[in-house]
């Protein structure tokens, strides 16, 4: 059972930055995929972006490519989610997962308990 730990969301103004991170309680280095998901009232949970153990591979959705980073460091056990520009659009609870599968389609088994991010406009 692996726990995964959510920190770093917030209040920022359209344009600003934040950085997600995710710690998770075991090795990451074993884990196939991670990533990043985000939930707002009233939608589902949509895929932001992956990130491949094994090849360093990186997937994102459209709606952040360009303007999200994510990354994974394996010696800390973390990982994290650069986000800039960031639009009222972006406004979510974000959740890390740790699972399996390719990066673009990528199957969970474990969340995080989720971290707000609000972005006024």
């Known amino acids: 059972q692996v726990q995964l730990v959510e920190s770093g969301g917030g209040l920022v103004q359209a344009g600003g930055s934040l950085r997600l991170s995710c710690a998770a309680s075991e090795s990451i280095s074993k884990i196939v995929v991670m990533g990043w998901y985000r939930q707002a009232p009233g939608n589902e949970r949509e895929l932001v972006a992956t990130?491949?153990?094994?090849?360093?591979?990186?997937y994102y959705a459209d709606s952040v490519k360009g303007r999200f980073t994510i990354s994974r460091d394996n010696a800390k056990n973390t990982l994290y989610l650069q986000m800039n520009s960031l639009k009222p659009e972006d406004t979510a609870m974000y959740y890390c997962a740790a699972g399996w599968s390719f990066i673009a389609t990528m199957k969970v088994d474990y969340w995080g308990q989720g971290t707000q991010v609000t972005v006024s406009s």
């Open positions: 990130i491949s153990s094994f090849t360093e591979s990186t």
